[in-house]
């Protein structure tokens, strides 16, 4: 028999106590879930049986060898190529053509070189809906947002500048702040920082982890390091060769406040070596 007691806890018949106003823990729902998902461009194989799911709010990292289909998986997540086989949902409804609320950030800035670094941050709320509609009237508070999103990436004073005036390192900071700037719920990076030196590279790993405790979107990063992908992601996807498949998920359970110095730690390296693992799994599994 149930019973309440003066402290506002219901006791069960097992002598446990419950609070009233507990509210029940249930995992994030995904924002982005493929479902044996396979792809053929003609008589090629690029993925197949490929089942996952990303949580609102995750940042996951995707790495495999070079033509593993990383950034096929990019292309079907965002409805631009239809899978063959399988199903892929996002935030609970099928993808089946190319999905709003979604940004991008590729390896190369793809910055326009006419417009200043303020104007290229710009650029999205111009022309993606709603805020192309209602740009004459919200110009003001928008403006505020992208100075807003220049002082995150730490370009605050640069927003006059022209993208051959900035470093590869700046340039890729507009592209995510270009990237965020019409507030998608999932944000896509492909190899975004893969052509930078490595001082850069590490600034700006630092950078992004802090961006994303900020804002919480669903991240997909797309990687070839295995350093990066561990310091970055709450979760590791391993993909093996042509035919891309997934080999392991390895969940990351690093502190979220981390700091590269958590790279030399025991915890980073045991991750580390599991992705690794799993990389070669997947290697001999096709040889």
Aim: with cysteine.
């Amino acid at each position: 028999m149930l019973a309440f007691n003066r402290t506002g806890f219901m006791a069960t018949a097992l002598g446990e106590e419950i609070a009233l106003n507990a509210v029940p823990s249930f995992p994030p729902k995904p924002m982005v879930e493929l479902d044996d998902v396979g792809l053929r461009y003609g008589e090629v194989l690029a993925l197949t049986n490929t089942t996952m799911s990303i949580p609102k709010g995750g940042f996951v990292a995707v790495v495999g060898p070079s033509g593993c289909g990383k950034s096929t998986l990019m292309k079907l997540v965002t409805g631009l190529l239809p899978p063959t086989s399988g199903e892929v949902r996002l935030d609970g409804r099928r993808v089946d053509g190319p999905v709003r609320g979604a940004g991008m950030a590729f390896q190369n800035a793809t910055l326009l070189p006419w417009r200043s670094t303020f104007d290229n941050v710009m650029l999205p709320l111009e022309i993606v809906e709603p805020f192309k509609r209602n740009i004459r009237r919200d110009r003001k508070s928008l403006e505020a947002r992208v100075q807003n999103l220049l002082q995150a990436v730490g370009l605050g004073d640069f927003g006059a500048s022209f993208p051959w005036q900035l470093s590869g390192g700046m340039q890729q900071r507009v592209s995510i702040a270009r990237a965020l700037s019409f507030e998608p719920k999932l944000l896509l990076m492909d190899e975004p920082f893969g052509a930078l030196d490595e001082i850069t590279r590490d600034h700006l790993n630092e950078q992004l982890l802090r961006l994303w405790e900020q804002t919480r979107k669903t991240v997909i990063f797309v990687t070839h390091s295995i350093s990066e992908a561990v310091f970055l992601s709450s979760k590791i996807v391993v993909m093996s060769p042509r035919p891309g498949r997934v080999v392991e998920i390895i969940d990351c359970h690093l502190p979220a406040d981390r700091t590269l110095d958590i790279r030399e730690t025991p915890e980073f390296l045991a991750v580390a070596h599991r992705v690794r693992v799993a990389l070669r799994a997947g290697q001999s599994h096709d040889h």
